[in-house]
Nanobody
Framework: QVQLVESGGGLVQPGGSLRLSCPVSGLTFSRIVMSWWRQAPGKERELVAR????????QYADSVKGRFTISGDYAKNTMYLQMNSLKPEDTAVYYC???????????WGQGTQVTVSS
């Protein structure tokens, strides 16, 4: 059974940092594309960052470049999103997603709320 469970969200002041975690079970960690998405109230879900565990390339939304970093820990089968210099506009529910390379399927976590406010 595939499971992705986000954690690490919360309330933070502007300029602060959070690290989101997403342990992945039921998939071969080295053969997935990891990504983080977010959805703010009234807006569509948008891609924040993506990394291919097979090829190693990363991709970031323009709005988070230089502030957010996506990474993966093979020993823990866990993906991370380090978020620095947070802004109120980063407030959203954040989701991790795993695309199985070559299989055409994908899996989502349940989401974790990030609120940036003073």
């Amino acid at each position: 059974q595939v499971q992705l469970v986000e954690s690490g969200g919360g309330l933070v002041q502007p300029g602060g940092s959070l690290r989101l975690s997403c342990p992945v079970s039921g998939l071969t960690f080295s053969r997935i594309v990891m990504s983080w998405w977010r959805q703010a109230p009234g807006k569509e879900r948008e891609l924040v960052a993506r990394i291919s565990n097979l090829r190693g390339g990363t991709q970031y939304a323009d709005s988070v470049k230089g502030r957010f970093t996506i990474s993966g820990d093979y020993a823990k089968n866990t993906m991370y999103l380090q978020m620095n210099s947070l802004k109120p506009e980063d407030t959203a529910v954040y989701y991790c997603k795993a695309d199985r390379i070559g299989a055409g399927d994908d899996y989502w976590g349940q989401g974790t709320q990030v609120t940036v406010s003073s």
